[in-house]
């Protein structure tokens, strides 16, 4: 069972950069995942952030920038901001339809 | 403006089923795949399940396959999800979520419905 890991919690001062990961229980990701980022603020609905690795979703700050840095995705957010705090959450397409949520990340900004 | 909205959520005994819709307007609904995503009370959000744009593909997660059916109305423009022999542990809020790319890759889920609560409780 592929299981994508991600860090369950991060904090980060005001105007300050964070880079949250995204791995794989087995393996390394690389772009043929095809690497997705999303925010999402408890009881709301999710809002893409970065698409195919580093894609801007329509819309999104140039603060958040994607890339794979070494055997993970990657998910850089510069100049944080209070707004910014909420849960962050990647996922991996697998192939044949399949996509695979990490379990999430959420972001303190403190 | 892309909209999606979900209903047909609500309280099933164990066992039960429930049949889940989301309108969507303001693209080419045919065109694009759409999938639902789920999120247990204090939990993270899961994939469940995709339907390609013809309606031709359908993909489940190995929590609901068997159990669950996705179909879509082009006529109407709807999404659905019927869910049979549900479970305790399938309470969640169900999203419905577009697929950025009308020819499926890149892919991943560009815009996303408000969601609504299904609870499977005695």
């Known amino acids: 069972q592929t299981v994508v890991t991600q860090e369950p919690s991060f904090s980060v001062s005001p105007g300050g950069t964070v880079t949250l990961t995204c791995g794989l229980s087995?393996?390394?990701?690389?772009?043929?995942?095809?690497p997705s980022w999303y925010q999402q603020t408890p009881g709301q609905a999710a809002r893409a952030l970065i698409y195919?690795?580093?894609s801007r979703s329509s819309g999104v700050p140039d603060r958040f920038s994607g890339s794979i840095l070494g055997n993970k995705a990657a998910l850089t957010i510069t100049g944080a901001q209070a707004d910014d705090e909420s849960d962050y959450y990647c996922?991996?397409?697998?192939?044949?339809?399949?996509?695979?949520f990490g379990g999430g990340t959420k972001l303190t900004v403190l | 403006e892309v909209q999606l909205l979900e209903s047909g959520g609500g309280l099933v005994q164990p066992g039960g089923s429930l049949r889940l819709s989301c309108a969507a307007s303001?693209?080419?609904?045919?065109?694009?795949?759409m999938s639902w995503v789920r999120q247990a009370p204090g939990k993270g959000l899961e994939w469940v399940s995709t339907?390609?744009?013809?309606?031709?593909?359908?993909y489940y997660a190995d929590s609901v396959k068997g159990r669950y059916t996705i179909s879509r109305d082009k006529s109407k423009s709807v999404l659905y999800l019927q869910m049979n022999s549900l479970r305790a542990e399938d309470t969640a809020v169900y999203f419905c979520?577009?697929?950025?790319?009308?020819?499926?890759?890149?892919?991943?889920?560009?815009?996303w419905g408000q969601g609504t609560l299904v609870t499977v409780s005695s």
């Open positions: 195919n690795t580093n």
């Open positions: 996922v991996l397409y697998m192939g044949s339809g399949i996509s695979v």
């Open positions: 087995s393996g390394s990701v690389s772009t043929t995942y095809y």
């Open positions: 303001g693209f080419t609904f045919s065109s694009y795949a």
């Open positions: 339907i390609r744009g013809s309606g031709a593909g359908t």
């Open positions: 979520a577009k697929v950025y790319s009308s020819t499926w890759l890149p892919f991943y889920f560009d815009y």
